[in-house]
């Protein structure tokens, strides 16, 4: 379903069709100084001239990388939200410029107007420059093959691409497996199909725990600082210095 996505667009691209929803996030982006796990996420289906019932072609997602010495680097200098969006519309271009053989017009469904905007150059960047330009560039070699189409999806709206896109963001943002490319290679089943049930429930299980273990330590914490076995003062400093040295750590492990 396209929920609010622009019908009219999506109808005027043709009957067949290639869906790219994708997102990004960061935990806190910054709010309070707290920079947590980030995560990018694509959504991918394909339209056929029988019905108007897509089927999935793939399911990515990722962390947001930002070590340099790391083959998934993309040139991401901190988890954010905007660089979680922009390596997701990246990670859908590279999907339809080395893993789908057809010239089949495609339509990128994004909720981030900030990253469509740098992607196709109506903005230009004083910062994720790098970034921007990996983008970019396959944004150009993406469409030397096939049409691209921008359509704006308004995020959380129950539009169910956008929040499968966004469910995969979470994904991206706990540990692996993960499902992404890179040049001439990559890695997980689902960049040729739909996630499966099983997987589906893996992954579910795995969020869970993951927010139930950050919960766990968070309040740890609160009750040294109760008992006063720490100066709450240095438990704020300390859970800061964390966000510092490490931006994708969550920053409740403290």
């Not at 339209?47 to 108007?52: G, P």
């Not at 680097?73 to 997701?88: P, S, V």
């Not at 896109?165 to 490319?181: F, M, T």
């Not at 960049?191 to 795995?206: L, S, V």
């Amino acid at each position: 379903q396209h929920g609010t996505a622009d019908s009219k667009q999506l109808a005027e691209i043709g009957e067949v069709q290639i869906r790219c929803y994708t997102d990004g996030g960061c935990d806190g982006n910054g709010a309070g100084g707290r920079w947590g796990a980030a995560g990018w996420g694509a959504h991918i289906l394909r339209t056929t001239e029988a019905n108007d019932e897509a089927s999935v072609c793939a399911e990515l997602w990722g962390p947001v990388e930002t070590d340099p010495d790391s083959v998934w680097y993309c040139g991401a200098e901190r988890g954010t939200n905007n660089t979680g969006e922009i390596i997701g519309i990246g990670q859908a271009l590279m999907w339809l410029r080395d893993v789908d053989e057809s010239s089949t017009p495609a339509a990128m469904l994004f909720d981030s107007c900030y990253a469509a905007n740098m992607v196709t150059g109506r903005w230009q960047p004083n910062k994720n420059i790098a970034l921007i330009s990996w983008a970019r560039r396959l944004l150009k070699e993406a469409t030397e093959g096939r049409q691209i189409h921008w359509v704006h999806v308004k995020g959380h709206s129950e539009d169910g691409g956008n929040d499968r896109a966004d469910e995969l963001v979470q994904w991206g943002k706990n540990e692996g497996p993960y499902c992404r490319l890179r040049a001439g290679d990559g890695e997980g089943e689902t960049r040729y199909r739909g996630a499966t049930a099983e997987e589906n429930a893996a992954k579910a299980g795995g969020a869970a725990k993951g927010a139930s273990d950050a919960s766990r330590r968070l309040r740890r914490g609160d009750v040294l600082v109760k008992y006063g076995l720490i100066d709450g003062a240095a438990m704020s400093m300390a859970r800061e210095a964390s966000v510092r040295e490490a931006p994708q750590a969550d920053a409740d492990a403290l």
